[in-house]
T-cell receptor, first 118, second 113 residues
Framework: DTGVSQNPRHKITKRGQNVTFRCDPISEHNRLYWYRQTLGQGPEFLTYFQNEAQLEKSRLLSDRFSAERPKGSFSTLEIQRTEQGDSAMYLC????????????????FGPGTRLTVL | AQTVTQSQPEMSVQEAETVTLSCTYDTSESDYYLFWYKQPPSRQMILVIRQEAYKQQNATENRFSVNFQKAAKSFSLKISDSQLGDAAMYFCAYYPSYGKLTFGQGTILTVHP
């Protein structure tokens, strides 16, 4: 078990470009979450998946953002036409879903992808 | 909507001393979980401790313990015998048994040698 991994760790892009981030969850974790964290603030929820199904999306996730988890394993987060306000740390977390009736469990975070939009 | 408030933007403690970080939350749910996460500078978020709301007993993990007051919706973290490696941003987080974590604004903890 190597933990949650995210790639790339850093991304610098110019305004208007598209970027894509990847998250590999802990093996056999069927829930995967994306959060955004700006400097000095707590993470804010963006979206989450159970297996390949995207179950919830935040209002923060504008139509320029899209997330996928096609085979229920790794996930990608794409931002189209980036804006300077998109500069942030994008965190991925995963958790097991041990029992359907007790769906609460601990989320384990990856190191994040720091996006800088120039 | 659930909210989590950490009223202490910064705290400091002397090495080997004890410090308490405060957290309050607002929810209408009866079943939920509360977490404290630690985020060292430029490093990833690490789970410190978790508390199930249905348990009356306060959670403890080595030098870390919580004071969970469900009626008051308060969830403080006590760090005993503080170490230099405890220096980090600490986040309180609420989890309603489904979906997302809601985080507080964080408390920066400085440990003085």
């Amino acid at each position: 078990d190597t933990g949650v991994s995210q790639n790339p760790r850093h991304k610098i892009t110019k305004r208007g470009q598209n970027v894509t981030f990847r998250c590999d969850p802990i093996s056999e974790h069927n829930r995967l979450y994306w959060y955004r964290q700006t400097l000095g603030q707590g993470p804010e929820f963006l979206t989450y998946f159970q297996n390949e199904a995207q179950l919830e999306k935040s209002r923060l996730l504008s139509d320029r953002f899209s997330a996928e988890r096609p085979k229920g394993s790794f996930s990608t987060l794409e931002i189209q036409r980036t804006e300077q306000g998109d500069s942030a740390m994008y965190l991925c977390a995963s958790s097991p879903n041990l029992l359907a009736s007790l769906s609460t469990d601990t989320q384990y975070f990856g190191p994040g992808t720091r996006l800088t939009v120039l | 909507a659930q909210t989590v408030t950490q009223s202490q933007p910064e705290m400091s403690v002397q090495e080997a001393e004890t410090v308490t970080l405060s957290c309050t939350y607002d929810t209408s749910e009866s079943d939920y979980y509360l977490f404290w996460y630690k985020q060292p500078p430029s490093r990833q978020m690490i789970l410190v401790i978790r508390q199930e709301a249905y348990k009356q007993q306060n959670a403890t993990e080595n030098r870390f313990s919580v004071n969970f007051q469900k009626a008051a919706k308060s969830f403080s973290l006590k760090i005993s015998d503080s170490q230099l490696g405890d220096a980090a941003m600490y986040f309180c987080a609420y989890y309603p048994s489904y979906g997302k974590l809601t985080f507080g604004q964080g408390t920066i903890l400085t440990v003085h040698p």
